[in-house]
């Protein structure tokens, strides 16, 4: 009976070492992503737009201008098909 005593006791000891440490692991882990959560403040860490063009992956900055935007480019579209349109009718009534 002694034997499964010290058996016993050794492994209880073992499962409560186990068991501790895994609970400062987990305690570590959390301080840690709370510590993260509470760096990553967009107001402190983000450089405001104004300041800071949009960049290429390359690192070249990219300046809006042009016939870029979406909505110039469907409005010109959108105009031709209408002058397009308006032609046709007219060639065809003759």
């Known amino acids: ?9 050794s492994l209880g000891g073992i499962w409560d ?3 501790e440490g895994g ?18 403040a967009p107001e402190e860490n983000r450089t405001p ?3 800071e063009p949009a960049k290429q992956p390359t690192g070249q ?7 870029s935007s979406n909505t110039t480019l469907m409005l ?3 105009g031709m098909f209408v002058l ?3 032609t046709f ?5 003759k």
């Not at 009976?1 to 006791?9: C, V, Y």
């Not at 900055?61 to 016939?67: A, C, S, T």
Request: proline share 4%; glycine share 14%.
């Open 23 to 40: 609970e400062q692991w987990v305690d570590a882990w959390m301080d840690n992503e709370a510590e993260n959560v509470a760096s990553s």
């Open 17 to 19: 070492s186990a068991v």
């Open 61 to 67: 900055p990219i300046y809006p201008g042009g016939l």
């Open 76 to 78: 010109l579209g959108g």
């Open 49 to 51: 737009q104004h300041e």
């Open 89 to 93: 009718l007219m060639l065809r009534g």
């Open 1 to 9: 009976m002694s034997l499964l005593d010290d058996w016993g006791e």
């Open 84 to 86: 397009m349109g308006f």
